[in-house]
């Protein structure tokens, strides 16, 4: 695992936020959860504010750490898709509960959040 990368002193909780420390991280997860999976292109029209060079390496962090798994599709023309793997889905009840704390508190503090993330009330089976 390339970007998980413990201190001498790291300990379980450092080790689950290096898992999805980053900027899109776990905006990406949600997304693959949610709605995935999706292509590169489809994944960089869903945020528009990222860059290809940045997308590129969240995405290649996200799988070397086995949350995501890339894969080509069957057809004339194979194309790559991302998808949440069994271990990613069992880092979403986390970022679930991070979401409605975060929610919760922006409420509390009557802010307007720069990046607006709706999470489903349920969550649909993965096919």
Not at 2 to 29: D, H, P, Q
Not at 105 to 111: D, F, N, S, T, Y
Request: glycine fraction near 6%.
């Amino acid at each position: 695992m390339s970007c998980v990368k413990l201190s001498k002193n790291g300990c379980a909780k450092e080790f689950t936020l290096a898992m999805f420390s980053g900027k899109w991280k776990t905006v990406i997860l949600c997304n693959l959860h949610y709605h995935g999976p999706y292509r590169f292109n489809e994944l960089m029209r869903l945020l528009p504010k990222v860059s290809h060079k940045v997308l590129t390496s969240q995405l290649r962090e996200l799988v070397e750490d086995q949350l995501i798994t890339r894969y080509t599709g069957a057809g004339s023309q194979p194309q790559v898709y991302y998808a949440l793997t069994a271990l990613g889905q069992s880092l979403m009840p986390i970022i679930d509960a991070m979401c409605a704390w975060g929610e919760h508190r922006i409420q509390h503090l009557a802010v307007t959040p720069q990046y607006n993330i709706h999470l489903p009330a349920e969550t649909p089976s993965q096919p």
